[in-house]
């Protein structure tokens, strides 16, 4: 058996996430139905991260096992020529014997994108959140310290992920503005469910003034979800990048 890694972008907005579900369109689903068309054998596809409906991609990774010698660079392109043009394979390459897309992963990249253009720009209305409101994204910078380091978070956990350690290390977090458009980046080992948008909930309630920025410290010392802010829309996250050891890129 060979172990192969894909690394994906896609475009989420028509799809129920990516993990596969009964009567869904979702990103794992159609690579897996593509993988097993041209190897010609059934195929166990494992993603690194289980984005939600609506998010997006610009590197996710996946592994697979499989018996055939086709060639990895071959595969891509026979999956791109099968898939639609709102999913690529951007690299398909051998991996070490064990290499689990999920598991070897040492930590992950999100990007929240927020359009604060006074006109919706309709280039951006698939990608991006636009709040209706001023927002102060000093005060927003401010309050994103306080996620840094091992924390638990608990307070932006969604019910579904109340299951595992709330604990997690923020290695990063960072605003950065560009024209109408605000980015705020977050790398983490590992990322609770709604965890990421849960965050961006609140610092736009900071950013339009309806808390201060120390409250982001009394949240994660409160560990209360129903004390947390809203759940930013699943449109403006996206993966950017899985990250692993030297060895485990194949």
């Known amino acids: 058996m060979r172990t192969l890694r894909l690394t994906l972008a896609y475009d989420g907005t028509d799809f129920a ?5 009964p009567d869904c369109h979702t990103v794992q689903g159609l690579v897996r139905d593509a993988c097993a068309r041209i190897l010609g054998e059934p195929v166990k596809l494992t993603g690194a991260s289980r984005t939600d ?4 991609a610009l590197r996710q990774a996946a592994s697979l096992s499989t018996e ?5 660079a ?14 690529r394979v951007l690299d398909a ?9 999920r598991r070897s992963a040492l930590g992950k990249r999100y990007l929240y994108l927020i359009d604060r253009g006074g006109v919706a720009h309709p280039l951006w209305r698939r990608f991006a959140w636009r709040p209706r409101f001023p927002l102060d994204t000093g005060a927003m910078r401010s309050a994103l310290r306080a996620l840094r380091g091992k924390h638990d978070f608990s307070a932006f956990c ?19 503005e560009r024209g109408d458009r605000v980015a705020i980046a977050l790398s983490a080992d590992s990322f609770l469910h709604h965890m990421v948008r849960n965050i961006v909930g609140s610092l736009v309630e900071i950013g339009r003034g309806a808390q201060a920025a120390s ?7 409160g560990r209360d979800r129903t004390r947390s802010g809203p759940t930013a829309p699943a449109q403006g996250l996206m993966l950017v990048r899985v990250l692993y050891h030297e060895a485990g890129r194949g």
């Open 17 to 21: 996430g990516w993990q596969v579900q």
């Open 53 to 56: 409906a609506g998010v997006h």
């Open 68 to 72: 055939s010698s086709l060639d990895p």
């Open 74 to 87: 071959r595969l891509a392109r026979g999956l791109n020529a099968l898939l639609p043009e709102t999913v």
């Open 93 to 101: 390459r051998e991996a070490p014997s064990g290499f689990d897309a």
């Open 158 to 176: 969604a019910a579904p992920g109340r299951g595992r350690t709330p604990t997690c290390t923020v290695r990063s977090a960072r605003l950065v």
């Open 215 to 221: 409250w982001m410290a009394d949240l994660l010392a």
